[in-house]
């Protein structure tokens, strides 16, 4: 089945730590994003990317980093230098310059201890 | 700066009302809107997609319409079941790369 899978699922990190959220999706999109939601707020973009080796940052990109070394992969790394860490993050995938139709994971809940 | 605003915020109706949610936006020219159903604890689901220049989309019990003049998109939900309980969002897109996401209404359809 075609989709894209986030992992973990559930992540508990100790203030300091560095952490990864994997995205892999077989869909064959070219862009992928990841999002941020936070209770009571819609979701906020961190970083996207359009093509393999490019990235930007989006709205809130600060304390994130990201890669895009294959189509298929897109990991997010939650740094120390992310102040509040704790949300539910998303990542979701697109067939760029089409129909800009959004695919999501199931995400990754993220809780910093 | 483009801002999406849904209300209400909540609703609870009683199994088999149709019903309509709604979704406003502050600047016309968009690319498309979207909504999208999101479970508890879930990722979103995409329900209906409405390019600019389209009016409508219908996809079984639903219809999305979009007045882009007046910023406005509408959701109408026929028949509801509790099945459709969930917080249901809509996104709008500028640009074909960037998606701005309302805050959602959260629904509850109870038998």
């Known amino acids: 089945d075609g989709g894209i899978t986030q992992s973990p699922k559930y992540l508990f990190r100790k203030e300091g730590q560095n952490v990864t959220l994997s995205c892999e999706q077989n869909?064959?999109?070219?862009?992928m994003y990841w999002y941020r939601q936070d209770p009571g707020q819609g979701l906020r973009l961190i970083y996207y990317s359009q093509i393999v080796n490019d990235f930007q940052k989006g709205d809130i990109a600060e304390g994130y980093s990201v890669s895009r070394e294959k189509k298929e992969s897109f990991p997010l790394t939650v740094t120390s230098a992310q102040k509040n860490p704790t949300a539910f993050y998303l990542c979701?995938?697109?067939?760029?310059?089409?129909?800009?139709?959004?695919?999501f994971g199931e995400g990754s809940r993220l809780t910093v201890l | 700066k483009q801002e999406v605003t849904q209300i209400p915020a909540a609703l609870s109706v009683p199994e088999g009302e149709n019903l309509v949610l709604n979704c406003s936006f502050t600047d016309s020219a968009i690319y498309n809107l979207q909504w999208f159903r999101q479970d508890p604890g879930k990722g979103l689901t995409s329900l209906l997609l409405i390019q600019s220049s389209q009016r409508e989309q219908t996809s079984g019990r639903l219809n999305a319409s979009l007045d882009k003049s007046s910023g406005r998109s509408t959701l109408y939900i026929a028949a509801s079941q509790p099945g459709d309980s969930a917080t249901y969002l809509c996104?709008?897109?500028?640009?074909?790369?960037?998606?701005?996401f309302g805050t959602g209404t959260r629904l509850q359809v109870f038998p």
């Open positions: 869909l064959n999109h070219d862009a």
């Open positions: 979701a995938s697109s067939i760029y310059g089409i129909t800009g139709e959004l695919f």
């Open positions: 996104a709008v897109n500028r640009d074909t790369d960037k998606l701005i």
